[in-house]
């Protein structure tokens, strides 16, 4: 199995929905001239994200964060000098200074700060290493992809691409049937809520846009957040597909239609 | 009594393998309006369709389908919607080695799904080559519900093309017998 290629042509957005829809688990590495930027997901979320070689100690985080005073950095920087993360994590826990929830909070933040950096990356080398674990003595976080999703999707802001994705607007919408699509929480925006209330297989997107007043590039930002956010999908307006096309056959008798398909199979298992 | 035609298309983004997909069960020598590639950036292969391929499969003395390919480059796309007239269903060909084409791949999918609701399915082409991406993962990255059929391909292999068109039409079959079902109720 292969999962690799050009973020020129594979957006890391299209890469982050693919993890997470597919729920994959294993380290997906890009690369450019520069730098190489290194994230690890478990089950499609994110367990680790880094860029470069730049650790920052536990200590310094939680400095920086405000959760421990100046002399107190100085003091555990000594102590914890020859741990590793986890086990400076574990020393801090059970020495009260910090909980096991800030710890991941704070990590689930910065790891954000590098898939935010990441969106901006127009081009880069990456492959997906299945199964890879996250490096030894590193704390895991538990994060869910979806906000970060949302979050890049918004940026696309090209038209032309908007309308490459989103090519007819006489199609429908309809909600995806993933269980774990647990709307409530989604940070969306009172624009996307709107189109929210909207979507319904009887629903084409340009009644949409006339109903909660968009323009055509509007919607179809909107549309194209909620798509790759993986809550909803593009559906032929009416639900289920409608009668087929008359000019489908060259008879209209249904059984005459059925006997000619029929005869298709037949003549092509014979190929 | 005159012999009657059906037609299925195949579509998808340029290099996918529409061509040789239709040569491999053509009873004719596909027709193919190839033409040499000059453009630069394009040069990846010598020749590529401008207007479309046309393979025949002779059913019986009554009954001929023809197979349609569409021209993968762009700045064909208007031939798009005159092919698909009246089409049986269609078939998305996606180049499997190729992610950068997947955007585009789901662009032609979208468009033609938008011409006319006929069935249609997705070929993952090139399942043969190490490069290749995992069905699954292309289904995800197509964007396309698990109902929908995305089928690994390798065009060069006859028995593989059979294979798709046959799944083709037997989602023709069923849709044929939702829709009787569905006016039954309604009768
Ligand atoms: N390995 C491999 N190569 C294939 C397969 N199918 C097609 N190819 C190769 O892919 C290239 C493109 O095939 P074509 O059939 O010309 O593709 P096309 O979709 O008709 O291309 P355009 O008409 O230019 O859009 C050719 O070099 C084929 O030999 C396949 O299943 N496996
Ligand atoms: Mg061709």
Known sequence: ?271 | MQTQTVKIVVTGPFNSGKTEFIRSVSEIDVVSTEKKITAEAEKIKESTTVAMDFGRITVDDDLVLFLFGTPGQKRFDFMWEILSEGMLGFIVMVDSTRPETFKEARSILETFRAYAPTPYLVAANKQDSIDAWDVEDMRVALRLDPSIKILPCVAKKKSAVKTVLLELLYGILEEMDAAQSRSDEGA
């Open chain 1, 1 to 271: 199995m292969t999962l690799k290629g050009n973020l020129k042509e594979f957006s890391f957005i299209q890469l982050l929905n693919l993890i997470n829809l597919a729920k994959k688990s294993g380290a997906l590495y890009i690369e450019r001239p520069d730098v190489t930027c290194r994230m690890i997901f478990r089950e499609g979320k994110l367990a680790f994200a880094e860029l470069g070689n730049e650790q920052l100690p536990l200590i310094t985080i939680l400095y920086e964060a405000g959760l421990i005073s100046t002399a107190q950095k100085e003091l555990l920087s000594i102590r914890t000098a020859a741990m590793n993360e986890k086990a400076a994590g574990i020393f801090l826990i059970s020495a009260n200074y910090v909980d096991q929830t800030q710890v991941s909070t704070l990590l689930m933040t910065r790891f954000s700060e590098v898939v935010r950096k990441i969106f901006a990356w127009e081009d880069g080398f990456f492959r997906f290493e299945a199964g890879e674990l996250i490096p030894d003595g590193r704390i895991p976080v538990h994060m869910d992809l979806e906000n970060l999703i949302v979050e890049g999707a918004r940026r696309l802001q090209e038209i032309e691409e908007l309308k490459s994705e989103i090519p007819s607007l006489n199609m429908a919408l309809k909600f995806t049937d993933r269980p774990d699509a647990e709307m409530r929480n989604f940070n969306l925006s009172v624009e996307e809520w709107r189109v929210i209330n909207y979507i319904d297989p009887k629903n084409t997107i340009q009644q949409i846009a006339a109903a909660v007043k968009m323009d055509e590039i509007q919607i179809r930002r909107v549309v194209y957040t909620l798509l790759q956010a993986g809550l909803i999908e593009i559906v032929r307006p009416g639900g289920m597909p409608l009668r087929l096309p008359e000019k489908m056959f060259p008879t209209q008798n249904p059984d005459e239609q059925k006997s000619l398909v029929n005869r298709l199979i037949h003549r092509i298992r014979s190929i």
